[in-house]
């Protein structure tokens, strides 16, 4: 029902847009750059690469928009593009994307926090984010904070589902041993 | 099994979309999507020439203007050499013309015409501004000129149904935003949030 809501608010400014409309591509900027530019920033952790991010992706969507049927929302097909063009930045940092053989054993040898224990505080997560290696943030920020399931992730990132699922039970496990690292340091 | 940490995220999912990009951003865009504008659609033009109509609105109107253009400029030379006359004559005298070059304009245009007008005054009711069709209105005049030359009169009436069709479509989907803004209480911006 919301959806269907939205799609229409959207369709009315996203077909001006077709049309070259420089207003509504305007409009669109303006609801989604600050959003967008946070979904960039937790890929890619660096804000420079994240701002290159918002404007190609604002660009090639503004270009691509007759590819565009409709059968999502507007907001959502962009998030795609952005996802993609940041996770294309990370990768050519040519730091791996995910040690993915590499088990390191986090999950194993990290020791349980109890989760019902900890107390969370958004602060102490963005951090935590911040600090782990790419893999695992990539992984992390989609399923907790971008709203995929492991489904669309395994798809986003060409992984298994079940890699997708034990990245982030792994990912998770060592956001949450950050997040005490940082506790006992403050 | 039950996330908590996810639960607690979702819960304060606005809070962790605490950075901005640099205000001018936008600018850069802008400029970028003007002169990719000015370098893509001329080529284009040029080489979709015979088959662009039912292909490419947008780049179908600018090469009918551009057309145009040059043949009423053939036109009105010539016809000002034969007949050295008052400078308004060209003008009136083409509706004369037309009717009998395209008789189906009228047709077209009476269908059409109506019920943009209808829809258009709906809006007004609703408390909507005036919908501007500039880039329509002159591409719709543009296909109108052009059918004093054209050896394709079917296509360019074609197009210029298809003109005055995608207004109403226009002024529907107005409409259509419009009721329903007035029947549901829309949260503005949390789009992002429900995917």
């Given amino acids: 029902m919301e959806t269907l809501e939205y799609t229409d608010v959207n369709a009315h400014v996203v077909a001006r847009c077709k049309e070259g409309d420089r207003k509504a591509q305007y409009e669109l900027y303006k609801l989604y750059s600050k959003s967008m530019f946070n979904v960039s920033m937790r890929i890619t952790n660096d804000y420079t690469e994240a701002e290159d991010v918002l404007q190609e992706s604002f660009l090639s969507a503004f270009r691509e928009l007759h590819t565009f049927k409709g059968d999502s929302t507007f907001g959502s097909w962009l998030k795609r593009i952005v996802i993609n063009k940041s996770i294309t930045k990370v990768r050519s940092r040519r730091l791996q994307v995910v040690p993915m053989e590499d088990h390191q054993d986090i999950a194993e040898e990290a020791p349980d926090y109890d989760q019902e224990e900890m107390e969370y505080k958004v602060e102490s997560i963005k951090k935590a984010i911040q600090s782990l290696p790419d893999g695992y943030r990539v992984v992390l920020t989609l399923y907790l904070l971008e709203g995929y399931d492991h489904g669309e992730i395994a798809d986003i990132l060409s992984i298994s589902e079940a890699t997708s699922k034990s990245q982030y039970s792994r990912a998770r496990k060592k956001l949450l041993t950050l997040m005490q690292e940082q506790s006992f340091l403050s | ?195």
Avoid: C
């Fill in chain 2, 1 to 195: 099994m039950k996330d908590k940490l996810k639960d607690f995220v979702q819960a304060h999912r606005d809070e962790f979309d605490s950075f901005t990009p640099r205000p001018d951003l936008w600018q850069d865009i802008a400029a970028e999507l003007q002169t990719e504008e000015k370098t893509i659609i001329m080529p284009v033009e040029q080489e979709q020439e015979a088959s662009v109509f039912s292909i490419n609105w947008h780049h179908a109107w600018r090469y009918a203007a551009a057309v145009t253009v040059l043949v009423m400029l053939a036109f009105s030379a010539r016809y000002y050499m034969s007949t050295p006359d008052t400078s308004g004559a060209v003008a009136v005298k083409q509706p004369v013309t037309l009717e009998k070059i395209a008789p189906e304009v009228r047709q077209i245009e009476t269908k059409y015409v109506q019920v943009i007008e209808k829809k258009e005054s709906e809006l007004k009711a609703l408390g909507a501004g005036t919908v501007q069709f500039a880039e329509l209105d002159s591409a719709y005049n543009a296909l109108k000129k052009e059918l004093y030359t054209t050896p394709n009169k079917e296509v360019l009436l074609e197009a210029m149904s298809d003109n005055l069709k995608m207004r109403i479509a226009l002024l529907n989907q107005q409409l259509e935003v419009l009721e329903d803004r007035s029947n549901v209480k829309t949260r503005p911006d949390h789009e992002t949030t429900n995917i």
